[in-house]
């Protein structure tokens, strides 16, 4: 896995990188006095440490730009900032941002924090290798399970709704709830919901993150909230 750690404070990024090498010492990280130079950089990092106020260009502003990326099917990130001001919790909130750890840093902490951010971060790498064949206008095609928002049925056909657009392919719903992983859910008869996509939900409908809501079949919110918890606490990605 890849990290950037992006701060303003040459003392501030010795710190944050020593403590990562405490605990991964072949840990790949890369470096950042600016929120400029780490845009310019190339290629996506696993997990970020932000501080929120750089210059022109903010540790928020990044972010922002990150989940932006996201929603137009870039790899997910876990963000964690780091910064000496409190007032901007809420505003981290909104980008989904999985920790907020406050100067002067606590090592403590930050070792809990780490722990569990690498920990969904493994899980998430382990979950982009996965993939199903789909056949489709007399094609076999790869189709990468982290790509897929949703799975609708469709007569005889299932709908693939994905970041790369619609696709549908002749087959059963239910040989697709087989063979899916515990990453998708059943939320009704008419739906398989990945719960990496979801964004929201109620007692009778799922939000992903596209836009689209789905149908929470009412019999089975109680079995949802378990299993989504469950999800969640094997480091599973949150977007709620």
Known sequence: MRLAVCDDDRAIREELIRLIQRQVPEADIAEYPSGEELIHAKGNFDIYFLDIEMGKVSGMDIARRIREQEERG????????????????????DVNAFHYLIKPIDPEKFSEVFRRAWKEASVFCEQTKKYIMVKSSG?????????????ESGNKKVIFHTTKGILEVYGKMEELENGLGNTFYRCHRCYLVN??????YSGDNIKVINGDTLLLARKKYSDFIKTYMRYVKNGGIVNV
């Open 74 to 93: 870039r790899q997910r990130s876990i963000l964690i900032f780091v910064t000496g001001y409190r007032e901007y919790m809420e505003a981290a909130f």
């Open 195 to 200: 719960m990496e996509k979801i964004s929201a």
């Open 139 to 151: 094609t076999q095609q790869k189709l990468l399970l982290r790509n897929i928002y949703y799975i």
